[in-house]
């Protein structure tokens, strides 16, 4: 009854940091035609952004990154650190910094030149976390308020448990739920969702796997990481050959190597 009765913000009070004047206006223009979204400040450096956050107190932050006195990884930090940090868009022209970026627990990671649908995208996202924001806040304040004053104010949507890929010209976070499979052919490294995309990903089988095994992704083979929740049947091929049929609509099936063969025999033989 009381998580029902919280006031959430109707507009999202949204501060924008870019050393390029013409940048600035650009995405001052995109976001005052979005709906709920007001552009409260502007800030053309890391120290003016600083400044802004801690006058402003604003909902958002579009922050680009390379700019000339404190660059934008830094300022998001020192917001952090003094748990002043909005919820934080990155909005840069520049792929290369998209993983320490996401370290710093971003809501999302644009890329230049901005493009509508994206900020639209971008600012779904705010919307959600910036609403979850307010009633883990206020819901915690209630029930636990000395913990809750010990308790930083950063990084606490961790980006709402999406993971990030990096694409062939952009950044984009994916939920793992919606991933069935990573698959090298050709030297070019895909991966397919459930809902049909197939988008081409700037990083090795090697390393996908690195990072998505905790998720429940299992390497098949040499050039295949699969997202074991999406497996709908292991079937057996011969002696220790099997292939992995997945939950999509064309139940793509996949061949495991004798090489990865252990890894889904105990799914095969449980105990």
């Known amino acids: 009854m009381y998580l029902r009765s919280v006031r959430l913000p109707t507009m999202i009070r949204t501060v924008i940091v870019d050393d390029d004047l013409r940048a600035l206006d650009l995405l001052a223009c995109y976001l005052d035609g979005i709906k709920d979204v007001e552009v409260i400040g502007r800030a053309a450096s890391g120290f003016e952004a600083i400044d802004a956050v801690q006058r402003l107190k604003p909902d958002a932050l579009f922050l680009d990154i390379r700019m000339p006195d404190l660059d934008g990884l830094a300022v998001a930090r020192i917001l952090s650190e003094r748990g002043e940090a909005p919820a934080i868009v ?8 998209a993983v320490p970026a996401f370290e710093l ?47 930083p104010a950063k990084g606490s949507n961790h980006l709402d448990g999406r993971m990030s ?45 690195d990072s998505w095994k905790s998720l429940g992704f299992i390497r098949i083979s040499r050039s295949c990481l699969v997202n074991g929740r999406k497996i709908k049947e292991i079937v057996p091929m011969g002696d220790r050959v099997y292939d992995v049929v997945m939950l999509d609509t064309q139940k793509t099936r996949l061949p495991v190597s004798r090489r990865s063969v252990s890894s889904l025999e105990m799914l095969v033989n449980p105990g």
Request: net charge negative; no cysteine.
């Open 90 to 97: 990155f909005a840069t022209a520049y792929d290369e910094f």
């Open 165 to 209: 890929l990096k694409l062939k010209d952009r950044v984009q976070l994916f939920n793992p739920s919606d991933v069935l499979y990573f698959q090298s052919k050709d030297r070019t490294v895909y991966v397919y969702t459930d809902k049909g995309e197939e988008h081409v990903v700037q990083s090795s089988i090697q390393e996908l796997e």
């Open 105 to 151: 627990h971003p809501v999302d990671y644009i890329l230049k030149p901005y493009d509508e649908e994206r900020l639209l995208k971008a600012v779904a996202w705010l919307k959600k976390v910036i609403s979850e924001r307010q009633i883990l806040r206020v819901s915690n304040v209630r029930e636990h308020p000395a913990a809750y004053a010990e308790q």
